[in-house]
RNA sequence: GGGCCGUUAGCUCAGGUGGUAGAGCACCUGACUUUUAAUCAGGGUGUCGUGGGUUCGAGUCCCGCACGGCCUACCA
């Protein structure tokens, strides 16, 4: 059956080469989009000028003398009013051997049907491109998850909704730009094959590099460079790339992921939580057109201020548990275990408590919500706060359960950083670390001198996800990665 | 890693208790000069994901495998 549809595809394809119409010209140059043709006629002028435009034909009714094709561009659909004498020859050629899905170029004057509707009245079709497969149904699209990632082309074509989210999902990298180059942050590129990754504990890609003959990693994180160019003199520095984490695939994890980080002398992680409020809140706006947006069924408002929790207090709350009470590893295990949790031996105080928060407290977290002060075991790279050398100063954003940033007032003593990494080796498997290295060049940074300063990081695609509705981070990434078939 | 679910025509889906595989869209032929999920008349369609098993007989029951989805676990 779908042999039977190439087949005749191609046979119309030969007949168009026979007449002497190429099926896939060098070019053509439309003189407007479908967009722009529909508001001049929306405006209601008369003697509007003949247009050329240019698209694919998603839909033909044909009725006889005269038919109707809908066409679509990068833009939007328009139809095309069709009588067939007044077309050229060659059009009414192009016409007989028209099939959905070809991309065709349509000259003629824009008019509004009987119905109402925007519609060009076609002199003149030109073939563009002779599709040879079928597009899937037009009323449903493509529904099949699998296919759809697999052929994001067809999920696009056929699900207007689809391509609008990764319209949406670039205007937020845009906007996200827009913001901090207005406040004078300078973006930079840094190296994503590196010798050791650092900057977060997960697991990274290997790859050999032939030239240096040597095992690299892929990055897991932008900080650990980004500080180096603090120290390097650029004030404020940040940069929009993907990293790799070698870990599990599920509705809010993807391996390679788009993370923003920026850096910002002489400020420290209240500047930066006024810098996430702002530039979220801007970009639900800018993309919702309000600052109420629906995510999962519920309502998130992200006008500013949003709310300040401590993150001690919350787990008092959620989990009742105050952790000050348990100064170690062991103390919390116990408390955990005769609450009747399983407990892994292995964890640290940190993950514990890591685990309690992903537990009782995220899943409260569905309004805009800065989480704050975290216990220095779960924050290697931030700086203890004056007054409690246990707890640093760190905040992470929620909303909609989704973890949105992590910032911190950067640690700049480089003998305490030294420490703080030994600790953290010792809870962390080579395998999980890389080489299980220390970044030696970090720390000689860092003994320079690296001024106050404050970091942050949002993972774009959850921000993407929030913004579009959408609650699995595959439906924000155009090409997941999925295995191939046995 | 564990659990549940899915895989049938190009696409979206139906196929109680096992008995010759269905619909809509798309496609092909014809009618129709403002339709828009156009309409009307006619036409044909498949390695039922894959490999075994049970059975006179398997899309259907059983076991394995592949791919996918959701949940869970892992994961700064």
Redo the contacts with the bound molecule.
């Keep these: 059956?779908?042999?039977?549809?190439i087949r005749?595809?191609k046979e119309?394809l030969e007949r168009l080469k026979l007449k002497g119409i190429p099926p896939y010209p060098l070019s053509y140059h439309r003189t407007h989009t479908n967009e722009q043709v529909v508001n001049m006629i929306l405006e209601g002028k008369e003697d509007l000028p003949q247009v050329r435009v240019s698209g694919r034909v998603m839909?033909?009714?044909?009725?006889?003398?005269?038919?109707?094709i809908?066409l679509v561009d990068g833009s939007q659909k328009i139809?095309l009013?069709v009588?067939k004498?007044h077309l050229s020859e060659e059009s009414g050629e192009v016409i007989e051997c028209l099939?959905?899905g070809d991309i065709i170029g349509a000259e003629g004057r824009p008019?509004?049907?009987?119905?109402?509707?925007p519609?060009i009245?076609t002199s003149e079709i030109i073939m563009l491109a002779k599709s040879l497969?079928?597009?899937?149904?037009?009323?449903?699209?493509?529904?099949?998850?699998?296919?759809?990632?697999?052929q994001r082309y067809?999920d696009i074509i056929?699900n207007p909704e689809v391509k609008d989210i990764f319209k949406k999902r670039s205007q937020i990298v845009s906007s996200v730009r827009r913001h901090l180059d207005e406040r004078g942050f300078l973006e930079v590129e840094t190296q994503i094959l590196q010798p050791i990754a650092g900057?977060?504990?997960?697991?990274p890609f290997i790859t050999y590099y032939n030239a240096l003959d040597q095992n690299f990693y892929l990055r897991i994180?932008l900080?650990l460079h980004l500080k180096r160019l603090i120290v390097a003199g650029y004030d404020r520095v940040y940069e929009l790339g993907r990293v790799f984490?070698n870990?599990?695939?599920?509705?809010?994890?993807n391996p390679e992921f788009t993370m923003l980080e920026c850096y910002q002398a002489y400020a420290d992680y209240h500047d930066m939580m006024q810098l996430v409020e702002e530039m979220v809140s801007d970009i639900v706006r800018e993309i919702n057109h309000s600052y109420q947006i629906e995510f999962a069924g519920r309502l998130i408002d992200f006008e500013p201020p949003w709310k300040r929790l401590d993150l001690r207090q919350a787990l008092i709350d959620y989990a009742g548990i105050d952790f000050l009470a348990y100064p170690d590893a062991n103390s919390l295990k116990q408390e955990m275990m005769t609450r009747g949790f399983?407990v892994?031996p292995?964890?640290s105080r940190?993950?514990l408590l890591?685990?309690l928060l992903?537990?009782f407290v995220e899943p409260e977290l569905w309004q805009p919500t800065f989480l704050l002060d975290y216990p220095k075991d779960?924050?290697?790279?931030a700086k203890a706060k004056p007054d409690d050398p246990q707890i640093v100063e760190r905040f992470e954003s929620f909303a909609g359960c989704l973890?949105i940033a992590?910032a911190f007032t950067e640690l700049n003593d480089p003998l305490e950083q030294r420490e703080r990494f030994l600790e953290?080796l010792k809870e962390?498997t080579a395998e999980?670390q890389g080489d299980g290295r220390i970044d030696e060049d970090f720390l000689n940074a860092l003994e320079h001198g690296m001024p106050p300063t404050g970091g942050l990081?949002i993972g774009i695609d959850r921000l993407v996800m929030l913004a579009t509705n959408q609650?699995?981070i595959?439906?924000v990434i155009l090409f997941?990665?999925?295995?191939?078939?046995?």
Excluded: C
């Design positions: 059956m779908k042999e039977d549809i005749s595809r119309k839909a033909h009714r044909n009725m006889g003398k005269v038919s109707f809908d139809q009013y009588k004498e099939d959905l008019f509004l049907t009987r119905t109402k509707e519609s009245d497969q079928p597009l899937p149904e037009k009323w449903h699209g493509l529904a099949d998850t699998e296919k759809r990632y697999r067809l056929s900057g977060a504990s997960a697991r994180a900080e984490r870990e599990g695939i599920d509705t809010r994890h399983e892994d292995q964890k940190g993950k890591d685990e992903s537990r779960m924050s290697p790279l973890e992590n953290q962390v999980e990081g609650q699995s595959r439906e997941p990665q999925l295995k191939e078939k046995g």
